[in-house]
């Protein structure tokens, strides 16, 4: 397993010395630098594939737009412009997000985006209930099983929903009778909890919302997250391909000035 503290100290933000030698970093050739650490272990991706087909909450997002710029025959190289709105795809909600006066996603720390990852499953559940919700329950027996959820943890829901993304409408899953959507998120009590009772320094879910999809217009989990500092994940991808404890992620979080989110690529080293 890779610990974040080896990627961290890999990525830092201050060159290393090549004076000194570490045992991360091996053994270096005589007269030569120091060789960089590369992490041990699988990779995982934690990413759905972004596309003009991708699902969109289109009361607040317009699908994303892709129109070629250049071809190789007439123009020597190949372009595309992109055009998207922050939330969409896998994603990261900033603090500014919900926060005025919060974190914009340039200024998320370094250190925060590399952290010990902790998945909470509730698959079984979500699929007898696609509006079940993560309970403080949920988080107190996970804690049975493997100890405290870890400080600067990255804690995410796997609820098997991205499985869903390629059958046409089950990943918004929207109930026309109803009126809203049927997908399962996290519950204001659990948000609290680990705002209030552990250390996080972010939340993920593999559906398209930290909220159940029936209360899109009142984001009350968002409201207890995000002005507390943390950053949220949403529509993250493969969840099962990565164990409950013992995961180091790293968010590949966008680094645009004042932004709000972004979508990004999410690893994870097993």
Request: hydrophobic share 40%.
């Amino acid at each position: 397993m890779c610990s974040p503290e080896t990627i961290i100290g890999a990525a830092s933000a201050e060159p290393p010395d090549p004076s000194r030698r570490t045992r991360a970093a091996g053994t270096a050739e005589q007269g030569g630098t120091p060789a960089p650490h590369v992490p041990r272990g699988a990779v995982r991706d934690l990413t759905h594939v972004l596309s003009t087909a991708w699902p969109v909450f289109e009361l607040y997002v317009k699908p994303m737009e892709m129109r070629r710029l250049a071809n190789l025959a007439e123009h020597e190289y190949n372009a595309f412009e992109l055009t998207y709105n922050e939330h969409i795809g896998t994603h990261v909600d900033a603090p500014a997000h919900f926060d005025d006066d919060g974190l914009t996603v340039e200024q998320i720390p370094a250190q925060n985006l590399v952290a010990p990852l902790a998945v909470v499953r509730v698959r079984e559940r979500a699929a007898r209930d696609n509006l079940t919700e993560l309970s403080v329950d949920d988080l107190l027996r996970w804690e049975s099983r493997h100890g405290r959820i870890p400080d600067g943890a990255l804690l995410a829901v796997d609820n098997g929903w991205s499985e869903r993304i390629d059958v046409p409408g089950a990943f918004l899953n929207y109930d026309e009778k109803e009126g809203h959507y049927r997908h399962p998120g996290i519950s204001v009590e659990a948000a609290h909890f680990l705002v209030e009772e552990r250390s996080v320094v972010g939340v993920g879910i593999d559906t398209p919302s930290l909220e159940p999809g029936n209360r899109p217009a009142d984001p009350f989990t968002h409201r207890v997250l995000l002005p507390a500092g943390l950053y949220g994940i949403e529509n993250l991808a493969h969840l099962d391909t990565v164990p409950d404890i013992g995961a180091t992620v790293v968010v590949g979080a966008p680094k645009h000035a004042g932004g709000t989110g972004g979508p990004a690529r999410i690893l994870a080293f097993v």
